[in-house]
């Protein structure tokens, strides 16, 4: 079944820089990637939504960008603010015909000024 | 914005004894979901539910679960018996018809002693 895997490790980078997050994806091409960020002792809050179709799709400060080839999303936050501090989850259906989203590790993002 | 709303945020019981934890789902919204997250651990789909009865669940959602929607508003998700290892964050989520994004909760911490 599918997988997605996230660096576990954080990632620590200076306000004003660009973050750049990695999901990996283990099997078949999935329609879509989610990102979500949750903050600690909350729940998820949706952040995008890539197709297998899109390259890359933007909004405000985020962008996210979907390689098949690579079987890889790369989630970027430019100009980023301590206010970014969270962890980033990367999510996807396990199969094409199923409602269950599964969620990587997530990466914990520390931006620091 | 509308939210999905949980309740108690904080529950502590007995091994072997009964929880129900409780969501009021986003009014609209046509799918409703519950995951978990133990301590420190990615999040896990539990059980997904449409049109009154469960869709999908997961090998986690045994016997001892149960998941309910009384009456038009409410969301339910019952433990029978609880075990330790049953101590984690839970999240109910919903989403509208043709969208997949996921709307999630602040969550119940369910601490099982």
């Known amino acids: 079944s599918q997988k997605i895997e996230q660096n576990s490790e954080a990632l620590n980078i200076q306000e004003g820089k660009t973050a750049t997050l990695t999901c990996n994806y283990t099997?078949?091409?999935?329609?879509?990637l989610q990102w979500y960020r949750q903050d600690p002792g909350r729940g998820p809050v949706f952040l995008l939504l890539?197709?297998?179709?899109?390259k890359e799709k933007r909004k405000e400060r985020l962008k996210v960008t979907f390689d098949t080839t690579l079987k890889q999303s790369l989630f970027h936050i430019t100009a980023s603010q301590p206010a970014d501090s969270a962890t980033y989850l990367c999510?996807?259906?396990?199969?094409?015909?199923?409602?269950?989203?599964?969620f990587g590790t997530g990466t914990r993002l520390q931006v620091f000024p | 914005e509308p939210e999905v709303t949980q309740t108690p945020s904080h529950q502590v019981t007995q091994m072997g004894q009964e929880v129900i934890l409780r969501c009021v789902p986003i009014s609209n919204h046509l799918y409703f979901y519950w995951y978990r997250q133990i301590l420190g651990q990615k999040v896990e789909f539990l059980v997904s539910f449409y049109n009154n009865e469960i869709s999908e669940k997961s090998e986690i959602f045994d016997d001892q679960f149960s998941v309910e929607r009384p009456d038009g508003s409410n969301f339910t998700l019952k433990i029978r018996s609880t075990k330790l290892e049953d101590s984690a964050m839970y999240f109910c989520a919903s989403r509208a018809g043709q969208n997949e994004k996921l709307f999630f909760g602040s969550g119940t911490q369910l601490s099982v002693l």
């Open positions: 999510a996807t259906r396990t199969l094409y015909n199923t409602d269950k989203l599964i």
């Open positions: 099997n078949y091409s999935p329609a879509y």
């Open positions: 890539i197709r297998e179709n899109e």
